[in-house]
């Protein structure tokens, strides 16, 4: 196939999915007789991609697969499309995401004993209604209290194509650091106000880390099982090229 051509139908298809799009969906976009090779469809791709930079978007690869978005440096202007400044996240429901994010699977109460505080029920539910938190199984204890871990969604929001793209806890001082990747997704959608409330003014800043001084708080078992989500819902993490398939 003509490569201006690919490189338009592939354009086209991005822009109209509305999310991101993988290899192998793109490769559906033909019929079998004149489906492209799945390098050439790549190296379209890494075309288009380089035909963005310097530009006011780009084309970007998360765990889902490929998808434009504008550019992050721009978010401070683009925010202004909307009439209302965006509220931002509690740094409650920061910190419970970050737990998860860094040492997943984790119960609520491995959340609270780190935090020192209750986790509301209010930010549990908001993370789950994101998509950005699910259960992945229950910890063999008495109670079989739910174990939390992340999503292809959170990587999404984030920009991430894995969990091994998590920036180090020592390259970040608070887990807002990252929120310039939620403010575009967020500015339609500000946290319930219930959500907000919630935001306890006396954690301190340092809680977020306690985790990564301590020894690993989860066993054998949730370790083992997060390996298992790790190549689904967990943003396939075993594969760097997790879009491509």
């Not at 079998?32 to 963005?52: G, H, L, N, S």
């Not at 499309?81 to 994010?101: G, H, N």
């Amino acid at each position: 196939m003509n490569s201006d051509l690919l490189r338009k139908i592939i354009e086209g298809a991005l822009l109209a999915a509305g999310k991101p799009v993988d290899i192998a969906r793109l490769e559906s976009l033909f019929e079998e007789d004149e489906r492209p090779p799945r390098d050439q469809i790549r190296a379209a791709i890494e075309e288009i991609q380089a035909d963005c930079r310097g530009r006011g978007f780009e084309l970007m690869q998360v765990a889902s697969g490929y998808r434009f978005q504008v550019s992050q440096d721009l978010s401070v202007w683009v925010n202004r499309l909307w009439q209302e400044k965006p509220k931002r996240y509690s740094r409650a429901m920061l910190e419970t995401l970050a737990l998860i994010a860094y040492r997943q699977p984790l119960t609520r109460g491995d959340i609270e004993a780190v935090r020192g505080v209750a986790v509301s029920s209010d930010i549990i539910k908001s993370l789950q209604e994101r998509e950005w938190v699910r259960i992945v199984g229950h910890r063999d204890v008495p109670g079989k209290p739910a174990l939390y871990a992340t999503t292809k969604q959170f990587l999404d929001y984030f920009n991430l194509k894995n969990l091994e793209h998590l920036p180090a806890l020592s390259e970040i001082k608070d887990f807002a650091d990252l929120d310039p990747a939620l403010e575009l997704a967020l500015a339609a959608d500000p946290v319930p106000p219930s959500v907000a409330a919630n935001d306890e003014s006396s954690v301190e800043k340092g809680a977020l880390f306690q985790l990564s001084e301590q020894e690993d708080g989860v066993n054998s078992n949730d370790s083992s099982m997060i390996e298992e989500y790790s190549g689904t819902d967990m943003g396939d993490h075993q594969d760097s090229a997790a879009a491509d398939e």
